[in-house]
Protein backbone atom coordinates (compact mmCIF):
# COMPACT_ATOMS: atom_id res chain seq x y z
CA UNK A 1 0.00 0.00 0.00
CA UNK A 2 1.15 3.50 -1.19
CA UNK A 3 2.12 6.61 0.99
CA UNK A 4 3.09 8.87 -1.23
CA UNK A 5 0.47 11.37 -2.94
CA UNK A 6 1.71 11.99 -6.39
CA UNK A 7 -0.46 14.38 -9.06
CA UNK A 8 -0.93 12.61 -12.50
CA UNK A 9 -1.12 15.58 -15.24
CA UNK A 10 -3.04 12.74 -17.44
CA UNK A 11 -5.52 13.17 -14.47
CA UNK A 12 -8.74 15.85 -14.19
CA UNK A 13 -10.90 16.12 -12.05
CA UNK A 14 -13.95 18.54 -11.51
CA UNK A 15 -15.48 19.91 -8.55
CA UNK A 16 -18.08 22.08 -7.04
CA UNK A 17 -21.47 22.20 -5.41
CA UNK A 18 -24.40 21.41 -6.17
CA UNK A 19 -25.73 22.63 -9.78
CA UNK A 20 -22.32 24.19 -10.28
CA UNK A 21 -22.46 22.57 -14.24
CA UNK A 22 -19.70 19.88 -13.53
CA UNK A 23 -21.46 17.32 -16.13
CA UNK A 24 -22.10 20.11 -18.55
CA UNK A 25 -18.20 21.23 -18.21
CA UNK A 26 -17.38 17.46 -18.47
CA UNK A 27 -19.02 17.42 -22.12
CA UNK A 28 -15.87 19.98 -22.85
CA UNK A 29 -13.13 18.67 -21.33
CA UNK A 30 -13.99 15.16 -23.09
CA UNK A 31 -14.21 17.55 -26.36
CA UNK A 32 -11.17 19.38 -25.72
CA UNK A 33 -8.90 16.13 -24.83
CA UNK A 34 -10.57 13.92 -28.32
CA UNK A 35 -9.56 16.72 -30.70
CA UNK A 36 -6.28 16.47 -29.46
CA UNK A 37 -6.30 12.78 -29.80
CA UNK A 38 -6.26 11.52 -26.59
CA UNK A 39 -8.06 8.31 -25.26
CA UNK A 40 -10.30 9.79 -22.69
CA UNK A 41 -12.22 7.24 -19.57
CA UNK A 42 -14.63 9.45 -18.24
CA UNK A 43 -16.01 8.24 -14.68
CA UNK A 44 -17.24 9.55 -11.77
CA UNK A 45 -17.44 9.45 -7.30
CA UNK A 46 -18.74 8.09 -5.17
CA UNK A 47 -18.46 5.42 -7.99
CA UNK A 48 -17.22 4.67 -11.25
CA UNK A 49 -17.24 0.58 -10.58
CA UNK A 50 -19.48 -1.86 -10.35
CA UNK A 51 -18.64 -2.13 -6.41
CA UNK A 52 -18.39 1.30 -6.06
CA UNK A 53 -21.36 2.37 -7.54
CA UNK A 54 -22.90 -0.05 -4.79
CA UNK A 55 -21.54 1.91 -2.02
CA UNK A 56 -22.72 4.80 -3.65
CA UNK A 57 -26.36 3.71 -3.48
CA UNK A 58 -25.58 3.33 0.32
CA UNK A 59 -24.25 6.83 0.96
CA UNK A 60 -27.16 8.68 -1.19
CA UNK A 61 -30.29 6.96 -0.99
CA UNK A 62 -32.81 8.62 0.74
CA UNK A 63 -36.18 7.03 0.08
CA UNK A 64 -38.24 6.22 2.84
CA UNK A 65 -38.02 2.70 1.79
CA UNK A 66 -34.39 2.58 1.74
CA UNK A 67 -32.53 2.01 5.09
CA UNK A 68 -35.11 2.38 7.84
CA UNK A 69 -34.50 4.86 10.47
CA UNK A 70 -30.99 4.22 10.91
CA UNK A 71 -28.76 7.12 9.55
CA UNK A 72 -25.03 6.82 8.29
CA UNK A 73 -22.92 8.41 11.16
CA UNK A 74 -20.11 10.67 9.46
CA UNK A 75 -17.50 8.70 9.97
CA UNK A 76 -19.31 5.58 8.39
CA UNK A 77 -19.79 8.19 5.52
CA UNK A 78 -16.14 9.03 4.86
CA UNK A 79 -14.87 5.61 5.41
CA UNK A 80 -17.53 4.38 2.72
CA UNK A 81 -16.44 7.42 0.33
CA UNK A 82 -12.58 6.02 0.73
CA UNK A 83 -13.64 2.59 0.00
CA UNK A 84 -15.43 3.33 -2.73
CA UNK A 85 -12.41 5.06 -4.02
CA UNK A 86 -9.62 3.18 -3.33
CA UNK A 87 -11.62 0.44 -5.33
CA UNK A 88 -12.03 3.02 -8.25
CA UNK A 89 -8.44 4.37 -8.40
CA UNK A 90 -7.11 0.25 -8.33
CA UNK A 91 -9.76 -0.56 -10.86
CA UNK A 92 -10.44 1.87 -13.39
CA UNK A 93 -8.00 5.15 -13.15
CA UNK A 94 -4.56 3.79 -12.27
CA UNK A 95 -5.08 1.65 -15.48
CA UNK A 96 -6.27 4.01 -17.92
CA UNK A 97 -3.30 6.29 -16.51
CA UNK A 98 -1.06 3.32 -17.05
CA UNK A 99 -2.11 2.82 -20.77
CA UNK A 100 -1.65 6.49 -21.58
CA UNK A 101 -5.24 7.47 -21.50
CA UNK A 102 -6.84 10.93 -19.75
CA UNK A 103 -9.18 10.26 -16.91
CA UNK A 104 -11.68 12.87 -16.43
CA UNK A 105 -13.39 12.27 -13.22
CA UNK A 106 -17.08 14.19 -11.64
CA UNK A 107 -15.67 14.86 -7.98
CA UNK A 108 -12.85 13.08 -6.29
CA UNK A 109 -10.83 13.82 -2.94
CA UNK A 110 -11.60 17.47 -2.97
CA UNK A 111 -14.88 16.48 -2.12
CA UNK A 112 -14.22 14.37 0.77
CA UNK A 113 -12.23 17.48 2.03
CA UNK A 114 -15.36 19.66 1.62
CA UNK A 115 -18.67 17.88 2.56
CA UNK A 116 -16.92 15.46 4.95
CA UNK A 117 -14.31 17.53 6.62
CA UNK A 118 -16.29 21.41 6.36
CA UNK A 119 -19.33 20.02 5.92
CA UNK A 120 -19.99 17.32 8.68
CA UNK A 121 -16.66 18.55 10.85
CA UNK A 122 -14.37 15.47 10.32
CA UNK A 123 -10.78 15.85 11.56
CA UNK A 124 -9.00 17.17 8.47
CA UNK A 125 -5.54 14.92 9.24
CA UNK A 126 -7.83 12.03 9.18
CA UNK A 127 -8.68 12.92 5.31
CA UNK A 128 -5.35 13.51 4.73
CA UNK A 129 -4.17 9.80 6.13
CA UNK A 130 -6.49 8.15 4.04
CA UNK A 131 -5.93 9.63 0.82
CA UNK A 132 -2.12 9.18 1.43
CA UNK A 133 -3.11 5.71 2.66
CA UNK A 134 -5.84 4.60 0.47
CA UNK A 135 -5.44 6.57 -2.69
CA UNK A 136 -2.05 7.79 -3.15
CA UNK A 137 -2.88 9.77 -6.56
CA UNK A 138 -4.00 13.23 -7.09
CA UNK A 139 -5.27 15.00 -9.83
CA UNK A 140 -3.11 16.98 -12.06
CA UNK A 141 -5.50 19.81 -12.60
CA UNK A 142 -8.71 20.56 -11.04
CA UNK A 143 -11.61 22.58 -12.58
CA UNK A 144 -13.96 24.39 -9.46
CA UNK A 145 -16.66 25.41 -10.88
CA UNK A 146 -17.76 27.90 -8.19
CA UNK A 147 -21.45 29.08 -7.65
CA UNK A 148 -23.62 30.85 -5.10
CA UNK A 149 -25.12 27.78 -3.07
CA UNK A 150 -28.76 28.79 -3.61
CA UNK A 151 -28.00 29.62 -7.33
CA UNK A 152 -26.70 26.11 -7.75
CA UNK A 153 -29.58 24.25 -5.58
CA UNK A 154 -32.46 26.28 -7.87
CA UNK A 155 -30.98 24.93 -10.71
CA UNK A 156 -31.55 21.03 -9.53
CA UNK A 157 -34.52 22.09 -7.59
CA UNK A 158 -37.93 19.62 -8.70
CA UNK A 159 -35.11 17.37 -10.47
CA UNK A 160 -35.44 14.48 -8.03
CA UNK A 161 -38.61 13.10 -6.82
CA UNK A 162 -36.57 12.36 -3.28
CA UNK A 163 -33.09 14.33 -2.88
CA UNK A 164 -30.19 12.27 -2.05
CA UNK A 165 -29.12 12.17 1.48
CA UNK A 166 -26.55 14.49 1.24
CA UNK A 167 -28.82 16.79 -1.17
CA UNK A 168 -31.15 17.13 1.61
CA UNK A 169 -29.15 18.97 3.85
CA UNK A 170 -29.14 22.65 4.89
CA UNK A 171 -27.66 25.24 3.36
CA UNK A 172 -25.47 26.60 6.05
CA UNK A 173 -23.78 22.84 4.96
CA UNK A 174 -23.40 23.72 1.57
CA UNK A 175 -21.88 27.16 2.66
CA UNK A 176 -18.87 25.80 4.63
CA UNK A 177 -18.93 23.09 1.06
CA UNK A 178 -18.01 26.07 -1.07
CA UNK A 179 -15.71 27.94 1.54
CA UNK A 180 -13.42 24.60 1.92
CA UNK A 181 -12.86 24.44 -2.09
CA UNK A 182 -12.39 28.00 -2.70
CA UNK A 183 -9.84 28.09 0.26
CA UNK A 184 -8.14 24.14 -1.16
CA UNK A 185 -7.95 26.36 -4.82
CA UNK A 186 -6.50 29.25 -3.29
CA UNK A 187 -4.23 27.03 -1.44
CA UNK A 188 -3.20 25.44 -4.60
CA UNK A 189 -2.88 27.29 -7.36
CA UNK A 190 -0.67 25.08 -9.71
CA UNK A 191 -3.66 22.31 -9.60
CA UNK A 192 -6.51 24.45 -9.53
CA UNK A 193 -8.35 26.67 -12.11
CA UNK A 194 -11.34 28.29 -10.05
CA UNK A 195 -14.50 28.91 -13.32
CA UNK A 196 -17.30 31.48 -12.34
CA UNK A 197 -19.97 29.09 -13.30
CA UNK A 198 -22.49 31.80 -13.18
CA UNK A 199 -22.34 32.14 -16.43
CA UNK A 200 -24.52 30.88 -18.86
CA UNK A 201 -23.38 27.14 -19.99
CA UNK A 202 -22.47 27.53 -23.59
CA UNK A 203 -19.72 30.75 -21.87
CA UNK A 204 -18.55 28.19 -19.26
CA UNK A 205 -17.85 25.14 -21.60
CA UNK A 206 -16.08 27.55 -23.86
CA UNK A 207 -13.26 28.45 -21.11
CA UNK A 208 -13.22 24.87 -19.87
CA UNK A 209 -12.36 24.52 -23.26
CA UNK A 210 -9.63 26.54 -23.44
CA UNK A 211 -8.24 26.11 -19.80
CA UNK A 212 -8.27 22.23 -21.03
CA UNK A 213 -5.96 23.33 -24.19
CA UNK A 214 -3.62 25.44 -21.90
CA UNK A 215 -3.23 22.17 -20.06
CA UNK A 216 -2.24 20.22 -22.92
CA UNK A 217 0.58 23.32 -24.69
CA UNK A 218 1.77 22.91 -20.92
CA UNK A 219 2.06 19.25 -20.11
CA UNK A 220 3.64 18.53 -22.88
N1 LIG B 1 -19.72 13.53 -2.21
C1 LIG B 1 -19.19 13.62 -0.94
O1 LIG B 1 -19.89 14.01 0.00
N2 LIG B 1 -17.90 13.25 -0.71
C2 LIG B 1 -17.09 12.79 -1.70
O2 LIG B 1 -15.91 12.46 -1.45
C3 LIG B 1 -17.65 12.69 -3.03
C4 LIG B 1 -18.96 13.07 -3.24
C5 LIG B 1 -16.81 12.18 -4.16
C6 LIG B 1 -22.65 13.09 -5.45
O3 LIG B 1 -23.86 13.21 -6.02
C7 LIG B 1 -22.78 13.57 -4.03
O4 LIG B 1 -21.74 12.96 -3.28
C8 LIG B 1 -22.57 15.05 -3.95
C9 LIG B 1 -21.29 15.24 -3.12
C10 LIG B 1 -21.11 13.92 -2.44
N3 LIG B 1 -23.67 15.62 -3.23
N4 LIG B 1 -24.10 16.77 -3.31
N5 LIG B 1 -24.71 17.69 -3.24
P1 LIG B 1 -24.07 13.65 -7.53
O5 LIG B 1 -22.85 13.35 -8.34
O6 LIG B 1 -25.33 13.02 -7.95
O7 LIG B 1 -24.36 15.21 -7.30
P2 LIG B 1 -23.64 16.47 -7.82
O8 LIG B 1 -22.20 16.18 -8.06
O9 LIG B 1 -23.91 17.60 -6.88
O10 LIG B 1 -24.32 16.68 -9.26
P3 LIG B 1 -25.37 17.73 -9.75
O11 LIG B 1 -26.28 18.21 -8.68
O12 LIG B 1 -26.01 17.13 -10.94
O13 LIG B 1 -24.49 18.95 -10.17
P4 LIG B 1 -23.64 19.22 -11.48
O14 LIG B 1 -23.19 17.95 -12.13
O15 LIG B 1 -22.59 20.18 -11.07
O16 LIG B 1 -24.65 19.98 -12.44
P5 LIG B 1 -25.22 19.57 -13.90
O17 LIG B 1 -25.93 18.25 -13.83
O18 LIG B 1 -24.23 19.78 -14.94
O19 LIG B 1 -26.32 20.72 -14.03
C11 LIG B 1 -27.39 20.79 -13.12
C12 LIG B 1 -28.55 21.57 -13.78
O20 LIG B 1 -28.13 22.91 -14.01
C13 LIG B 1 -28.97 21.02 -15.14
O21 LIG B 1 -30.33 21.21 -15.29
C14 LIG B 1 -28.20 21.91 -16.12
O22 LIG B 1 -28.85 22.01 -17.36
C15 LIG B 1 -28.21 23.23 -15.39
N6 LIG B 1 -27.01 24.04 -15.70
C16 LIG B 1 -25.74 23.60 -15.81
N7 LIG B 1 -24.91 24.63 -16.10
C17 LIG B 1 -25.70 25.74 -16.15
C18 LIG B 1 -25.42 27.13 -16.40
N8 LIG B 1 -24.18 27.57 -16.63
N9 LIG B 1 -26.45 27.99 -16.36
C19 LIG B 1 -27.72 27.56 -16.10
N10 LIG B 1 -28.05 26.27 -15.87
C20 LIG B 1 -27.05 25.37 -15.89
Not at 153 to 174: H, K, M, N, V
Amino acid sequence: MTELLVPHPRFITLEGGEGAGKSTALAAVREALQSSGYEVVRTREPGGTPLAEKIRGLLLENRPSAGGSEALVPETELLLMFAARAQHVREVIRPALQRGAYVVCDRFTDSSYAYQGAGRGLDQSWIEDLERRAVGLRPGLTLLLDLDVRQGRARTRGRDLWPDRIESEQDDFFERVRECFRLRAAADPGRFRLIDATRPAAVVASEVGAVVSEWLRHAG
